[in-house]
Each structure stands twice: as structure tokens, then as C-alpha cells.
């Protein structure tokens, strides 16, 4: 009974996800959501309360499959500019793959526009999947200094993080364009080619792989809840 209340849930947050990447948070209805899940609305309601407690699972999701792939290539032996650099290349390729991901940066966009955000007094602080994004990005490039990758301090470590700060949100920008994923990813490994000669030290930039990060990487998505 456990087992197929969680496949229901899940099914819920996939269609939501699915639904407010293509609706956006405001236009997605719950009894949409419940239709594409193959459930009833009193089903959808048994496991959310509201459209914004929905909402809330679709970023968690997206912040499970962040985190797990960082942990993962971290595990696997990739330095912190490396995970960085290949954590750039699973953005793109997860706006692809899964709902969770795009739709969180939908959601979190249109919320923080339209001031809409859970009733702090009863539900937990909301998550915010752009928030958490660029939380990794900088605390990477803060370990890659850290560990002496990049020999950069004061304000020229300022306009480094600045720098690929902006870069790595461009990513989802250039994505929400409907810009084919193979023209994506020579972008992103583009960005990089530019990028680490002004980050790594003389001949430095050449021991980092700017191209696709491996497929294992991508293998959480078939984990993460």
C-alpha cells in the first residue's frame, strides 16, 4: 500500500513538473496535473494540500538530482573545477531530460515576480531551485581556490566568481530560447574554452575537460525521488 501511494506521489510531481514547465506555475491546474497523472484529484489532494506544497516537491526534486550528481562526480574522483565544469554540462542536458529541472527555474522566476511564496507562519520556507543552483556553483569555485586550483585572491577572485557566476545562469536563459540541445552543449563547452585560461594559470587550463561531462553523471536521474 506504501509502495503505491509513493508511485502515485511521484507520478503527481512528474506531471506537475511536466505542467509547469509548460504552463508556468500560475496557468498549471491542479485538476490538469491530476489528468496527466492518471489519478483523481482527490488522489492529487490526499498527497498536496495545494498547488503550492505541489510546487515545492517539483523543486525538491530538482534539488535532489542537483545534489546527488555533485555528490556522484565528487565520489568519482573529479576535482572541484572539474565537477564545476562538468555540473554546467548536466544543467544542460537535465533541461532536456527531465521536467523538474526547467520547471523549477520557471517556478522560482514567476513566484519571486509575482511575490507569491508559501504563508511563512504554517508551511517551511520555500524552496528555490536558482537559489540552490548558484549556492553549488559558488561553493565550487570556492573550493577549487580553496585547494589551490585557482590561484586567484581579492578583487580579481570577486570578478572570477561574478564572471562564472553569470555564466552558469545563462545557461537555463539559453535553454528557455528552445535552442537545440546539441547547439546548447557546444555552447557550454565554448563558455568554458574562454573561460579557464583566465581562471588556471598559464598551461593549467589544458588538464580540464570542456566537453560533455560523462554519462554516469546523469545516471542519478534514474535514482533521485
Given amino acids: ?28 491546474t ?14 492529487l489532494y490526499f498527497h498536496f494540500a495545494s498547488k503550492d506544497e505541489l510546487a515545492q516537491a517539483v523543486q525538491q526534486r530538482g534539488c535532489a538530482l542537483l545534489h546527488g550528481a555533485v555528490r556522484q562526480l565528487r565520489e568519482d574522483g573529479a576535482s572541484p573545477l572539474q565537477t564545476l565544469i562538468d555540473m554546467t554540462h548536466w544543467l544542460a542536458r537535465t533541461l532536456y531530460e527531465d521536467p523538474a529541472v526547467a ?11 509575482t511575490g507569491v511564496r508559501p504563508a511563512a507562519e504554517t508551511r517551511p520556507a520555500p524552496v528555490d531551485f536558482q537559489a540552490t543552483w ?13 585547494t589551490g586550483e585557482l590561484p586567484v585572491a581579492g578583487r580579481d577572485w570577486e570578478s572570477a566568481q561574478a564572471l562564472v557566476a553569470a555564466a552558469a545562469c545563462g ?13 546548447l552543449q557546444r555552447n557550454v563547452s565554448a563558455l568554458w574554452h574562454l573561460l579557464l585560461p583566465g581562471l588556471v594559470a598559464g598551461a593549467g587550463a589544458e588538464a580540464y575537460r570542456t566537453d560533455t561531462a560523462p554519462a554516469d553523471a546523469g545516471a542519478f536521474l534514474e535514482r533521485a525521488v
Fill in 30 to 43: 491542479l485538476g490538469d496535473i491530476a489528468s496527466a497523472a492518471g489519478v483523481t484529484k482527490g488522489a
Fill in 171 to 183: 545557461i537555463e536563459v539559453m535553454a528557455g530560447t528552445g535552442m537545440p540541445y546539441g547547439e
Fill in 103 to 113: 520547471a523549477s527555474f520557471r517556478i522560482t522566476k514567476e513566484c519571486t515576480a
Fill in 134 to 146: 548558484m549556492s553549488v556553483v559558488r561553493a565550487l569555485l570556492r573550493l577549487a581556490r580553496d
Fill in 1 to 28: 500500500m506504501q509502495e503505491r501511494s509513493e508511485r502515485t506521489r511521484r507520478r503527481l510531481v512528474c506531471a506537475g513538473a511536466g505542467m509547469f514547465q509548460l504552463h508556468g506555475y500560475a496557468n498549471a
